[in-house]
């Protein structure tokens, strides 16, 4: 039954600390006014009232902040592990107390659910926690020497001034899980959040200045990408770049990245499989691919786009996976019992509509749903698709949006080749109860994160990243912070001479 849609008071009411509402631009520790004066709207995605209208930051207002990052770099990286490893604690620490309000304010610019909001921020507290921990522990070598008159030693440096381009379907994570491991490497990061979700970062930066964090070290600057985006990848200050995005949009960093050989990390699009095999636990397989499937919409890189089930379990896994999908309860994020909320604008329901259009006019049939939800605007049925086949656009194309295409599939062979068959590799999923064969797919499959019978791996402590054209590089656990770090030989000679001797 559809849930009406809730016209919500202004957000700063539902706030318990309305100072976390910031709306200017977080440069060198304090709040400012772009160079211009400009500002742009963010809206709510359920009801599409503005919710506020933030400072857009200029090319001047990147480089300033650009400008602070490289002068507070050599105090920041000289201070002693434990110390930044402290101030790194405090931020967890103040992120968890202001769990309700900034799950507000998440739910509010992105319009998932209040308890997913809420899960997010707790997720992205994980990661300044996991990081402070981790800034005692990058650990140098000692290297045998070639030589008795030598000694070599490995050291790990900060690589320095880091640009962060964050996402808006996790508008804190993206962030926390980039700027956690840069900040205890020792870098100083500026960051530019998403248009459609600029709060969020706002309302982190915020906290990090009250606990401390020196300024300059950590600044946000929102504002069109085309201006400061442009800045971050092009300027010589910075040395390191940190995207989560397409790949079209990674792509193109990554050739302007090159005009300066910076370090980059990408993590870009993907085309998940989920694969049910018949010996699967059902209700498992079931619970998996809605948690996968339909979490925050439908709108994570990591989402099954393409559910490909066996034949022999294929029409009871349809029927229940239905069943299970049409008790999805859609509305405003802010209303009691919300399973699911709006898309992030009219360009992302339409895209859904075309995949759908698409995949019914080759084929396939609609279970459930397959239309906009009668609530309107950026609401979309939660929608099964049966009868999928890899000509269609959902195959191939990722949907972002709450749409489950099944593809039927007979041996183990065909699965692994369907699977396989996309140029993305970030993340995919198995449902089977033979321990064997869980050895064999995993291995076999192209993605850098393979979940087996679970459609939910997120953890601070494993490292996350695609390969093929789903990324660069690795977030979180230990690896994720050598992405920050430079690794530089020494090599000590002549240590068989007394130098006292020489005087």
């Known amino acids: 039954m559809a849930v009406a849609p809730a016209t919500p008071p202004p957000l700063a009411r539902r706030l318990r600390d309305a100072q976390l509402l910031r709306t200017d631009l977080f440069v060198d520790g304090a709040w400012a006014e772009a160079a211009d004066g400009r500002r742009f709207d963010v809206r709510d995605p359920a009801s599409g009232e503005v919710v506020a209208s933030v400072a857009a930051g200029t090319r001047d207002d990147a480089r300033r902040a650009l400008e602070a990052a490289a002068r507070s770099l050599p105090a920041w990286s000289a201070l002693p592990a434990k ?130 964090l020196p300024d300059g070290v950590f600044s946000v600057v929102p504002g069109a990408a085309s201006v400061v985006a442009e800045e971050l990848v092009t300027s010589p200050l910075v040395r390191k770049v940190t995207f989560t995005g397409s790949t079209e949009v990674g792509k193109a960093l990554m050739e302007r990245c090159a005009g300066s050989v910076k370090k980059v990390s990408l993590e870009l699009g993907g085309n998940a499989p989920l694969i049910v095999f018949d010996d699967a636990d059902l209700d498992v397989a079931v619970e998996g691919a809605i948690a996968s499937k339909f979490r925050n919409t439908g709108q994570t890189c990591v989402c099954a786009n393409r559910l490909l089930v066996q034949e022999g379990i294929h029409d009871r896994f349809v029927e229940r996976l239905a069943d299970a999908v049409a008790e999805l309860r859609v509305g405003n994020g802010f209303d009691d019992g919300v399973d699911q909320g709006p898309l992030i604008d009219r360009a992302a329901v339409e895209k859904v509509e075309e995949h759908v259009r698409d995949a019914v006019d080759h084929g396939a049939v609609v279970v459930c749903g397959g239309r906009p939800h009668e609530l309107g605007g950026c609401f979309y049925e939660p929608t099964v698709l049966r009868g999928v086949t890899p000509e269609m656009r959902i195959a191939h194309e990722e949907t972002f949006g709450p749409v489950a295409p099944v593809f039927r599939f007979a041996s183990e062979d065909e699965a692994v080749e369907l699977a396989n068959a996309t140029p993305y590799g970030l993340a995919a999923y198995v449902f089977t109860r033979d321990v064997a064969r869980v050895w064999r797919v995993s291995e076999a499959l192209e993605a850098g994160v393979v979940a087996v019978n679970t459609g939910i791996f997120s953890y601070e402590g494993a490292p996350f990243g695609g390969v093929k054209e789903s990324g660069i590089g690795r977030e979180g656990s230990h690896h994720g912070i050598a992405e920050f770090l430079e690794i530089k030989y020494v090599c000590l000679g002549a240590i068989d001479r007394d130098s006292s001797r020489g005087a």
């Open 83 to 212: 110390e930044r490893s402290a101030v790194l604690r405090r931020w967890f620490e103040a992120i968890v107390d202001a769990a309700d309000d900034l799950a507000a304010i998440l739910t509010a610019e992105q319009g998932k659910p209040l308890g997913e909001a809420r899960a997010e921020v707790l997720y992205g507290a994980s990661f300044v926690e996991w990081y402070a921990e981790e800034a005692k522990r990058v650990y140098g070598e000692t290297i045998p020497a070639n030589t008795a008159d030598r000694r070599m030693l490995v050291l790990r440096q900060p690589i320095g001034v880091c640009a962060a381009i964050t996402p808006w379907n996790f508008p804190t994570a993206m962030i926390t899980r980039k700027a956690g491991p840069a900040l205890a490497a020792g870098c100083t990061m500026v960051v530019k959040p998403a248009s459609a979700t600029p709060l969020s970062a706002l309302a982190l930066a915020e906290l990090a200045s009250r606990v401390g």
